[in-house]
């Protein structure tokens, strides 16, 4: 294995598409095993053959805390251990509060507070026995701004943040904690919002924006999980040059 290969073992929720597809490709094209794990079979088992052996994947639904269990300790029985819990799972409903759609809000609630709940409580035993391991959260540039009709999605996503740094301060020196803030990017994440009016408006916000690709992120991944042991990158900033917000 080359000096620039990592030699560890991956977990990422939400690695169907996007941003988790491209963090499973661009960690193991790094040299790493990965687990990759989301709801949707087809699409993960398609991502395997092609990924090859260092791969796997577990059907997973993070807002099911036994079934992240299940996926943690399918990874430990592949590939011996987790080094790096990816918690990437996420949805953005938008609507204005107003609209009352309670349902939009459990949702995200359930899959961007309690999904990384459930990946931390997942790992945390096994890395702490261990005495290492790295948790990665995919925060958004909602985790630092309050967006007009991104309320809830905000919410969550500043509860990530706070997630994040409360457990970088429990874990001080045996588990790395790094929170990243995507901006726009290329991906699926839009289509989880059924306010077709709402989306209108954004789309037409953001028209003069430039959207990265997913690998921008992905990238970011790598390079902070690549740090040495006494390194740690807590927080990471990835958005289009010409994006203000």
């Not at 073992?9 to 996007?18: E, K, P, Q, R, Y």
């Not at 609507?95 to 790992?123: C, F, M, T």
């Not at 790295?134 to 630092?144: D, K, L, P, W």
């Not at 904690?177 to 990017?185: C, F, K, L, S």
Request: glycine fraction near 6%.
């Amino acid at each position: 294995m080359s000096s620039d290969q990592l030699d560890k073992v991956v977990a990422v929720t939400g690695a169907s598409s996007g941003i988790g597809e491209a963090i499973a490709r661009e960690l193991t094209d790094a040299g790493c095993r990965v687990m990759l794990a989301a709801r949707r079979e087809s699409q993960l088992k398609s991502l395997v053959q092609e990924l090859g052996d260092r791969t796997a994947y577990h059907l997973t639904d993070v807002t099911n805390a036994q079934a992240v269990q299940e996926m943690a300790q399918a990874t430990i029985d592949r590939f011996g251990k987790i080094d790096v819990l990816v918690n990437n799972a996420g949805v953005m409903p938008v609507s204005p509060l107003i609209d009352l759609k309670l349902d939009d809000w459990n949702k995200a609630i359930d899959v961007n507070i309690r999904g990384v709940l459930h990946g931390i409580a997942a790992v945390l035993p096994h890395m702490s026995d261990r005495g290492s391991g790295h948790i990665v959260n995919i925060g958004s540039i909602a985790s630092i701004h309050a967006i007009p009709n991104f309320a809830v999605y905000c919410g969550t996503k500043f509860a990530v943040k706070a997630i994040s740094e409360s457990l970088r301060k429990e874990t001080l020196g045996k588990i790395r904690v790094t929170i990243i803030y995507p901006g726009a990017v290329e991906s699926e994440l839009m289509q989880s919002s059924n306010d077709e009016q709402t989306i209108n408006q954004i789309a037409s916000k953001f028209s003069d924006v430039s959207f990265i690709p997913p690998t921008a992120i992905s990238q970011a991944v790598r390079y902070a999980i690549a740090q040495p042991p006494e390194v740690a990158v807590n927080e990471i900033t990835v958005r289009p040059a010409n994006q203000e917000l």
